[in-house]
């Protein structure tokens, strides 16, 4: 008898599971540089991804960056058809020309404040919504921090409808709260279970420091596919416990419920928290989570497993976790915008103990999405241009690729039973 075939069987089996096991990998694309192609600054990366593996990744782009958020800027998006092995150019979605009738008026609360760049016209708060009932695309942006629109896509991408102004959300949310400046999002907006549509908001009478404080956060929401639209309740006041809550993300739990995750400049510096049936009604108050550290800054937040009985619940989050390093001269609110790190909850958001550091040195914005095959992707401004690490100035905007074995260190794979 030949005892190679029986060897070759036994072997094939003791190997079998390192066979299957996907190798940890990380890869990062350089989608926008600053000084290019006309403006000096590209902000505010926001990401989805279609469930035919469409990724769509969106920026604003401004001409002076030195004139920050009410200078005149205009809204990008980049699509890549295979999960990222190549790149289609970028496509100006939000500006001036696609709006033909528009009446450019200067917001009100920066003309009163006299800000130094309240003569512009910034289209800004680019936020993408997946219909994932439909397949459509919505993207959702604000034009000077005063009216919304969306356009929509029914070809993954490929060409967009005209803006539509959204109305009659922002007559509701102005019944519960007198504001003269909005931001949606930015990142991305999600779609329940339940086929709701929703997107975060921030408010603010724009009373002072640049027009955007003091602030509250809401969200706008639509049960018939992005046809009609509805303000939310709101969630976080302007002070308590939060000091001026603003950019929000939010994630669908278990349960069916809403958790928003919500930047603020409270003295705690931690991530502020709520909770909804149905995210739009029922807020509680908000708390803080200990884990995370609050740079006074966007993140990002997407569930990449729900729990099952072959499944472990799982959530991604990404953010600058620089602990609490002031910046020189201003130490009492702001914090340096660096050390950029992904995090994995199991609980739902409760506690996050995987951490793994994506971009060491000065970071800024972020989103992170999930991708049809269970790869993760964060779209993030990396770097600092001329030297000088500040909140405006990030050099580029990368999109990282990664694994949950990259994440965990191989700790965790997708295929781990609960």
Excluded at 382 to 388: D, E, I, L
């Amino acid at each position: 008898m030949n005892p190679r075939p029986c060897l070759l069987a036994f072997f094939l089996c003791f190997l079998a599971p390192s066979l299957h096991a996907a190798e940890p990998f990380l890869r990062k694309t350089t989608l926008f540089e600053s000084e290019k192609d006309g403006y000096e600054r590209y902000r505010i990366p926001g990401i989805a991804i279609t469930g035919k593996g469409t990724i769509l990744v969106t920026c604003d782009a401004r001409k002076v960056a030195a004139l920050a958020d009410w200078s005149d800027i205009d809204l990008f998006i980049r699509r890549s058809p295979d999960l990222g092995k190549t790149w289609e150019p970028p496509v100006k979605l939000g500006h001036r020309g696609a709006h033909p009738g528009l009446k450019l008026e200067a917001n009100q609360s920066a003309t009163e404040l006299k800000h130094k760049s309240g003569t512009g016209f910034p289209f800004n708060n680019q936020t993408l919504v997946i219909n994932r009932q439909t397949s459509e695309i919505l993207f959702i942006y604000c034009f000077n921090y005063a009216r919304t629109f969306v356009r929509r896509s029914a070809d993954e991408g490929l060409t967009w409808s005209d803006p539509e102004e959204i109305v009659g959300a922002l007559a509701e949310l102005r019944q519960r709260y007198a504001f003269r400046v909005i931001g949606t999002g930015p990142n991305h907006g999600i779609q329940l279970r339940s086929g709701r549509l929703l997107v975060p908001v921030w408010l603010s009478p724009g009373k002072g420091d640049g027009g955007h404080r003091p602030s509250v956060v809401s969200s706008i929401y639509s049960d018939d596919g992005g046809k009609t639209w509805h303000g939310g309740e709101i969630v976080a006041q302007e002070t308590d416990p939060l000091i001026n809550p603003s950019e929000t993300v939010a994630v669908e739990l278990a349960n069916g419920g809403v958790m928003f995750s919500m930047r603020s400049e409270s003295l705690q510096h931690r991530r502020g928290i709520a909770y909804s049936p149905d995210g739009v009604t029922r807020w509680t108050r908000p708390e803080f989570v200990n884990d995370l550290a609050e740079p006074i800054c966007m993140a990002g937040i997407e569930r990449l497993s729900l729990a099952s009985a072959t499944q472990r619940s799982r959530l991604v989050y990404s953010h600058c976790d620089n602990g609490t390093v002031p910046v020189p001269g201003n130490p009492s609110r702001y914090m340096v915008r660096q050390n950029l790190t992904v995090r994995l909850s199991y609980d739902e958001g409760r506690s996050w103990p995987v951490r793994r550091v994506l971009e060491p040195g000065f970071s800024g914005y972020s989103d992170i999405t999930v991708a049809p095959d269970g790869s993760i992707f964060c779209f993030y401004e990396a770097g600092a241009t001329g030297g000088r690490a500040s909140a405006n100035n990030p050099g580029s905007l990368v999109l990282a690729h990664f694994n949950l074995e990259w994440l965990t260190e191989g700790s965790d794979t997708l295929e781990q039973k609960p």
